[in-house]
């Protein structure tokens, strides 16, 4: 999708306030800045960082789905959750490739995730127990990606606000067909609602943990808001996940596990429980149900895919060989 040979081009700046105004004078004009544009470290190293985690998150996100492909219990189930996963794999295709033209390899990318250093999404270092669990993610994993990612669609930076947009309507299928999931299990029997129940138990609070830390905690957000990287607060968009998903396990009969769940009439919010907070830092530094497993899995399919690698490479490189020597034999 982008060149790699435009990576680095014109990167490297002298950021003196001049230089650091005429961006930000940029940036509040709305305009997208490009891969090969003028742009102050701090925002390139900002954008590789939330890119690569972001595309690690959409292939590490692939596992706990994968763990029931074989188990769906319909044909259709199973196409439809075969089709949403490869769609997950794309979405991390698209971003690999967006990072990539800010400087940074594939490898590199892959190299942070395997050792700890670059994060995924909490999310996915928990595990996916029964059938219900898929309906789960789909209705509030993917749901929460939307609320979180449509704004991303507006971020300064073009190739990841571009990449963001076929990814938001990719994601809105999976929601649906998440609560659809959901929804039949709601009005199946009363095992069958259970098991909706019993799932919703389990995701409603790490789904509102995807967001990232309260705003009081969050080290990042001030500043991306200001390079609109971000165009909302983290709790900002927690609370309209929240508004937005509480009527819809109403709708289908379902109980969000939050005893101080409540309408605020006033505020027109839901206002909502204390996120565990101890919970979330845990399983972001490698504490998690799933955290070794998932790296685990991601390093062996790594490894297992050395040989695609080396032969796609040593294919590209006999093709140039061959333009090289029919470029020197036409001359
Ligand atoms: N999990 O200062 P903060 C999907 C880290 S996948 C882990 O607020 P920022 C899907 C944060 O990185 C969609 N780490 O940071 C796929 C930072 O650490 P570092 C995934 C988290 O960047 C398959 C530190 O905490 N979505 O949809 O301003 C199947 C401080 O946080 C988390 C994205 O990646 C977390 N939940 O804001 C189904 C969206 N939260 O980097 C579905 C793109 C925070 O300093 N990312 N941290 O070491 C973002 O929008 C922002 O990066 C965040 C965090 C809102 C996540």
Not at 109 to 122: C, D, F, I, N, P
Not at 171 to 191: V, W
Request: proline share 4%; with cysteine.
């Amino acid at each position: 999708m982008y060149s790699q040979g435009l990576i680095g081009a014109n990167a490297t700046t002298d950021e003196d306030e001049e230089f650091l105004a005429r961006f930000q004078a940029r940036i509040d004009a709305e305009e997208k800045i490009e891969p090969n544009d003028a742009m102050p470290e701090g925002y390139r190293r900002t954008l590789v960082r939330q890119i690569g985690q972001h595309a690690h998150s959409e292939i590490v996100g692939m596992l706990p789905e994968g763990n029931w492909i074989t188990r769906a219990p319909s044909l259709r189930r199973k196409a439809a959750l075969l089709a949403k996963i490869q769609d997950e794999g794309g979405h991390g295709l698209y971003l690999y490739a967006a990072a990539e033209t800010l400087g940074v390899s594939r490898d590199e990318m892959t190299e942070e995730l395997l050792s700890g250093k670059a994060k995924y999404s909490s999310i996915f270092n928990y595990p996916t127990l029964t059938w219900a669990d898929i309906g789960a993610i789909g209705w509030l994993v993917d749901g929460a990606a939307i609320m979180n990612q449509i704004p991303l669609c507006r971020c300064s930076f073009g190739p990841y606000a571009r990449a963001m947009i076929r990814v938001c309507k990719e994601e809105s299928f999976h929601q649906r067909q998440g609560y659809e999931i959901m929804m039949t299990l709601a009005k199946g029997t009363p095992e069958q609602k259970e098991l909706a129940q019993d799932a919703l138990n389990r995701w409603w609070w790490p789904s509102l943990m995807m967001f990232g830390p309260s705003d009081s905690a969050s080290e990042h957000s001030d500043q991306n808001m200001k390079w609109k990287i971000k165009r909302f607060t983290n709790d900002q968009l927690r609370q309209n996940f929240v508004n937005a998903t509480v009527p819809q396990g109403e709708h289908i009969g379902l109980k969000m596990p939050d005893p101080d769940l409540k309408w605020n009439e006033k505020t027109g919010d839901y206002e909502f429980g204390e996120i565990n907070w101890d919970e979330f830092w845990r399983v972001v530094k490698g504490g998690g149900p799933m955290n070794r497993e998932r790296i685990a899995a991601r390093r062996k399919a790594w490894e297992d895919g050395a040989w695609v690698r080396e032969a796609a490479m040593a294919h590209a490189q006999k093709r140039q060989a061959r333009r090289d020597a029919a470029s020197v034999a036409a001359e």
